[in-house]
RNA sequence: AGGGACAUCGUUCAAUUGGCAGGACAGCGGAUUCUGGUUCCGUCAAUCAAGGUUCGAGUCCUUGUGUCCCUGCCA
């Protein structure tokens, strides 16, 4: 972990006013639960890190937990690469799961369980149309749908049919179970959700033990549910799914969390896109998902923004619903804040000029104390030689300088940081007329 | 003649729930500075529109307008 986070106080935003109105009321005897649900389909973005912030500053904030949990319910997309990648991002952003790290596959024979529930409860079906022929029976955002010719068929013969599903007796798209719930729905998302796919790929945790995979909708409530989560926070997109995250449960009888959606972050400047983000990596464009150009978190680390930083910044942009596109330069702010109140000072020539003191013994040697770091005496000294011959930056010299030029120029003088004042009084130039060193006296 | 959500300084988030619209970033001006950094001070700047209720509206009501999301067997 990259630093420890000292302060919890009670985060401000409206998700924290109704987790606060739900223990006044005592919806869940004062109990907060959240959790950050990332599918380990790529790395963790600066988006991501609103996400991460907000939930386990949530559970901090008002002492409850937040669990970590691998929505990885769809195996070809998925990878352990991605889920080490979170697990280290998340730790290195400062927050800690504990021992509450779960899997959406952990649940797999769990959600099945559920998936029977519902056909002997005549609420899903095992729909045979082909996918197009779906999309066709679905209707169109402003017409309704059309029931499919398999909606009708009987319990015993979904049961049947899920098992040979499960099995393995059916192709990929062969067959699809469905909720049945209304295919005139004006939310286009309750017309019949698919609940479980046939997708006859290994999965990176539960290998070939599978060749049906429940979808995000089935999944994502049911896991919310078992793990007891109370305040399921996730992004605006979802506000359409949430009659669904609430019916499947509600239709299962099981404990039902509350899904809150708030506005994800757009930066300017920012790519932020997972596949935009993985083209950018799989083309080539950029060294890796770390590579220091990336919006990505470990990109960020890489390129030396701090921890805190991230959390500073993930702090003042805030949490709404409305959507937003926050300036770039208030994350630089937030990285400049936090580097230079930590950050130790040193030096570097990127681009020498070899100076002269000319009236300064030849074999001697000085060491001076310079601090480490000005706005932090804690971060001590270090000594550093100074002697007849030294080089400065190229920038800080100019031979015709202006007015506002505030560095060394022909009879200027200037001081060198914890040492002398030097003045300049040559130039030495090579045959090109090159100035290739100055001369200066203390 | 689909459904859902949102709308406050340039940007972003607030506003004790009907009582003087505030902070941060960005911008501009100045002071300090052994980092052209930092710090400090000052300054510019907003309630989408039109009606209505009210002593009083960013907040409540009505009607508009604009933006975002939804027609994956992705999440």
């Not at 352990?80 to 998340?90: G, H, L, M, Q, R």
């Not at 609420?123 to 499919?148: H, M, N, Q």
């Not at 000294?381 to 100074?386: A, D, K, L």
Request: charged residues 30%; hydrophobic residues 35%.
């Amino acid at each position: 972990m990259s630093d420890n986070i000292t302060e919890s106080t009670v985060p401000k935003n409206f998700i924290a006013a109704i987790i606060e109105k739900d223990n006044e009321t005592g919806k869940y005897d004062g109990r907060v639960a959240t959790r950050f649900p990332p599918e380990p389909n790529g790395y963790l973005h600066i988006g991501h890190a609103k996400s991460i912030c907000l939930n386990f500053g949530l559970a901090k904030g008002f002492g409850g937990t937040c669990n970590l949990r691998f929505d990885d319910t769809n195996p070809s997309k998925e990878e352990v690469e991605y889920v080490d990648s979170i697990k280290e991002d998340v730790h290195w952003l400062g927050f800690d799961w504990d021992d509450r790290l779960f899997y959406s596959s952990d649940y797999f024979d769990q959600l099945y369980a559920f998936a029977v529930q519902l056909i002997k409860d005549g609420k899903a079906y095992v729909d045979s149309l082909s996918a197009e022929e779906i999309r066709e029976y679905r209707g169109t955002l402003t017409e309704p749908g059309k029931d499919s010719p398999y909606r009708t068929r009987s319990i015993e013969e979904n049961l049947d049919l899920f098992e040979r599903m499960k099995n393995g007796e059916f192709a990929d798209g062969e067959h699809l179970l469905r909720a049945k719930i209304d295919m005139a729905s004006p939310n286009v998302i309750m017309r019949d959700p698919a609940l479980y796919r046939i997708r006859k790929v290994d999965h990176h945790r539960t290998g070939d033990k599978w060749c049906i995979y429940p979808m995000y909708d089935f999944t994502h409530c049911v896991s919310d549910s078992l793990e007891k989560i109370t305040h399921s926070v996730c992004t605006l997109e979802f506000e359409n799914n949430r009659p669904l995250y609430d019916w499947v449960l509600e239709n299962l009888g099981i404990y039902r969390p509350q899904q809150i959606e708030f506005a994800r972050l757009n930066l300017t400047y920012t790519v932020m896109s997972k596949r935009r983000l993985i083209q950018l990596v799989e083309e080539g464009h950029v060294s890796g998902w770390d590579d220091p150009r990336m919006s990505t978190i470990s990109g960020m680390r890489r390129r030396g923004y701090p921890a805190a930083a991230i959390r500073n910044f993930c702090e003042r942009i805030g949490v709404a619903k409305a959507t937003n596109m926050v300036d770039f330069a208030l994350l630089e702010f937030s990285v400049r804040e936090e580097l230079n109140a930590h950050s130790p000072r040193y030096m570097g020539v990127i681009n020498p000029l070899k100076v002269v003191i000319e009236n300064y013994p030849d074999d001697k040697t000085e060491e001076f104390e310079f601090q480490n770091n000005p706005e932090d005496p804690e971060a001590g000294t270090r000594m550093v030689p100074f002697s007849k011959i030294l080089y400065i930056e190229r920038d800080d010299f100019m031979e015709d300088a202006p007015k506002k030029f505030f560095r060394l120029a022909p009879g200027r003088e200037v001081r060198l940081r914890y040492a002398y004042y030097i003045k300049c009084t040559d130039v030495i130039k090579d045959e090109n007329g090159e100035v290739i060193g100055t001369a200066l006296y203390l």
